[in-house]
């Protein structure tokens, strides 16, 4: 399997078009946002995965999302994927980030542990009225 795409997003649609094929919408996506309260906070954005399956593929995979500050792992995600040989998948990826400070946390996307598609995400500070 491979990562065809890792994104920050606000929402994501799925839909059949006539073929039959299917569309995927993604809505909002971001690399950064600005905090709705000041630090410390609890910040967590949805990132989205969207994965190929080769046809002479298995369709297994272990899906790996390991979240770095400053080169220290602050949180991590593990899930089995499932996909049929010769088609795409997506798989959602919340988890729950402290921030102390805004700054940049990377998203470390891998396959059975392959090589990773980092996604970097930005929280700024809150927009002053």
């Not at 593990?78 to 805004?102: I, S, T, W």
Request: a negative charge; aromatic letters at 6%; glycine letters at 6%.
């Amino acid at each position: 399997m491979e990562i065809v795409s890792a994104l920050f997003i606000d929402e994501i649609d799925v839909r059949s078009v006539p073929g039959p094929s299917t569309r995927i919408d993604v809505k909002g996506i971001q690399f950064s946002a600005p905090a709705p309260t000041p630090v410390p906070l609890v910040w967590a954005p949805h990132l989205v995965v969207i994965v190929r399956c080769p046809v002479d593929d298995p369709g297994a995979a272990a899906l790996e999302v390991t979240y770095v500050r400053d080169g220290e792992q602050i949180a991590r995600s593990v899930q089995p994927l499932e996909v049929e040989p010769g088609k795409f998948n997506y798989r959602l990826v919340r988890a729950e980030l402290e921030f102390d400070d805004y700054g940049t946390v990377e998203a470390r996307v891998r396959l059975d542990q392959g090589p990773a598609t980092t996604v970097p995400y930005t929280l700024l500070p809150p927009v002053a009225d």
